[in-house]
Every structure is written in structure tokens, then in C-alpha cells.
């Protein structure tokens, strides 16, 4: 069971994508992890991204891709993976696809985890972090006790920069410009299905499920 998530920022697609992978017992894959993995373990693949990461570049589409299939080439992802922020524009999809083909594989489902920005605005928008103990909280969905204090450590809570509406307003615009394309690209391939992120977290991983067959 090969994956791909799709779903803009803040949509909960990393939140579903873990909870696939926990419970068909495949890895959920992020590009993040994968970078960090390498540069760690010193992988020629790890140093040539490094040098593009320590000049502040971003990493070339071929050599993340090359770093994806590295991954999904180990023995945990024989059964299938889940990948999560890869690829994110329509040439990481194609390098994928004909990395896949070479290997006479393919992705079963592209999953859109579909959420209007304006839900998403307010939902990120509405996260309030603890810089001290790392807790999180939300003002709507999950206030602390004390408005503005930390119910773990009892420190002031803060609105990270990442969460600012108008931070939040340019990810969004970047994303539909980049990666709302691959809805379309998934379609033609007949793999995407689009399910309804506004939904409690529970219930959108059980339509998943529904989709997934188990």
C-alpha cells in the first residue's frame, strides 16, 4: 500500500498520515526525516543535500527524490509507506513516478485531506505554544485553564510566528500555487480520493480507512 498525502498546511495530513502508519504497520515517511537521517549517518546522499541546506538553498527536485526512493528501498517499507510533504510540485511528482515505474511500482492512493483556508486560518491562527516545556494549546479547541499561562509548567503562552494569520494567509497561497496541481495530476492517474479535513480526527481517519479497505 503505497501513499501520498496531500493536504495544505495545517490540514491534519501528518496527524492521519501517522495514524496510517501505525495501523497497517508501514513507515510514515517525511522528507525532513529523511534529510536528517542522512546527514546524520554521513550518506553520500546526506552530504550533497547538506551543502545545498548550509547555503540556504533548497534541496534539487532529482536528489530529493533520489533520497525518497533510497527510503522506501528499505526492508521496513516492503509492505507500502505513507509519504508525507514529498512530493510537493508536479516535477517531484513525475521524478517519483518514473522512479516507481523503473522499479515496476506505483502509488496506490493520493489522499486529500481537503480543508477551506479560512478553517485553517483559524485553526493555526488559534494555536498557542509554551516556549519552556514545548505543551501546546488552542484557544478554541483545547484553552488552557489560565488564559495566556501554560497548564504544564506554568509559563506564558505565546502565538509562534509560523502561526500568525498572515504567516498562515502566504504558506497557503504558496501552496496552491505549488501543490494544489498535484490534485489534478493525481486525478489523471485515477489514485486521488478527497476527504473532508473539517471533520473530528477520528472520523476522518475512519473514512480513510473506509478507502483504504481494512
Known sequence: MKIVMLGAPGAGKGTQAKQIADTYGIPHISTGDIFRANIKNGTELGRKAKEYMDKGLLVPDELTCDLVVD?????????????????????????????????????????????????????MSGRRACLTCGATFHTEF?????????????????????????????????????????IDYYTGKGVLVEVDGTLDIDVVFEKIREILGA
Not at 488552557?144 to 497561497?173: F, H, I, Q
Open 142 to 182: 483545547a484553552p488552557p485553564k489560565v488564559e495566556g499561562v501554560c497548564d504544564v509548567c506554568g509559563d506564558k503562552l505565546v502565538l509562534r510566528e509560523d502561526d500568525k494569520p498572515e504567516t498562515v494567509a502566504n504558506r497557503l497561497s504558496v501552496y496552491h500555487e505549488q501543490t494544489q496541481p498535484l
Open 71 to 123: 527510503r522506501i528501498s528499505q526492508p521496513d517499507a516492503e509492505k507500502g509507506y505513507v509519504l508525507d510533504g514529498f512530493p510537493r510540485t508536479i516535477p517531484q511528482a513525475e521524478a517519483l513516478t518514473n522512479a516507481l515505474e523503473a522499479r515496476h511500482e506505483k502509488i496506490d492512493y493520493a489522499i486529500d485531506i481537503e480543508v477551506p483556508d479560512e478553517n485553517i486560518i483559524r485553526r
